[in-house]
């Protein structure tokens, strides 16, 4: 009876401990907190939400905003246009988001990447061509362009080289296979995208704060 009683104050011994330590891990939290959605990252004006930029905290009930959306709200956020700043820990709200405006060739302006701007790009660029523009190291995403004009060092536009019957240049353009473009008329010095003021100002505020270069990946068949 006494060795019984023995095994009995042990096991309760453990399986109190056991009780403690899921408290202090997790018990805590599931009872305690709730989760919301934060910004995982620096959201700027304008930028269309995508998973990758939120992220998941448990916090007081006392602290959540008013709105505060929980993880499996995340839809509401999802290809959204936030309407101002978000810090990054920001706890994310539906007031932050609207539907994202539609982009119309009016608002829509050449503007200039620079040379030194870029860390890497393909020499089958041409006008015409879609491009994907990230930080160097990737992870910084700013966004889908058209590419309007591809110049050398002289500002002399950069044409694909295929002779064909007349002997005449022909120019790339959009539809013209990236590996048949063999040679060029030049070498590529800098490039002109079509987007709006607002999309090229995070380009320079990135290149300006960060120091740092761009990735430009060519899109289309090969």
Do not use: C
Request: without cysteine; negative net charge.
């Amino acid at each position: 009876m006494k060795k019984t009683k023995q095994v009995i104050g042990i096991l309760l011994i453990i399986v109190a401990l056991t009780a403690l330590v899921y408290w202090e891990k997790d018990g805590r939290d599931r009872i305690m907190t709730v989760k919301v959605l934060v910004a995982h990252e620096d959201i700027m004006k304008g930028d269309i939400i995508k998973k990758q930029m939120l992220g998941v905290v448990s916090t007081m009930p006392e602290t959540v905003v008013a709105g505060a959306l929980k993880p499996e709200e995340i839809s509401k956020a999802l290809g959204k246009e936030a309407v101002q700043p978000i810090a990054k820990n920001q706890q994310i709200s539906g007031t932050l988001f609207r539907e994202p405006e539609e982009k119309t060739t009016e608002r829509l302006s050449p503007y200039l990447i620079k040379s030194e701007w870029i860390d890497s790009r393909s020499s089958s660029l041409r006008r015409g061509d879609v491009i994907d523009i990230y930080s160097r190291d990737g992870d910084s995403y700013f966004g889908e362009f058209e590419i309007v004009f591809v110049k050398d060092s002289n500002d002399k536009e950069i044409l694909d080289v295929n002779i064909d019957g007349t002997g005449t240049a022909r120019q790339a353009g959009q539809g013209s296979e990236i590996r048949n473009r063999v040679s060029g008329s030049g070498v590529i010095d800098h490039i002109e995208i079509l987007t709006e003021l607002d999309e090229y100002r995070k380009i320079v505020q990135f290149i300006e704060n960060k120091e740092d270069k761009l990735l430009i990946v060519q899109k289309g068949g090969v």
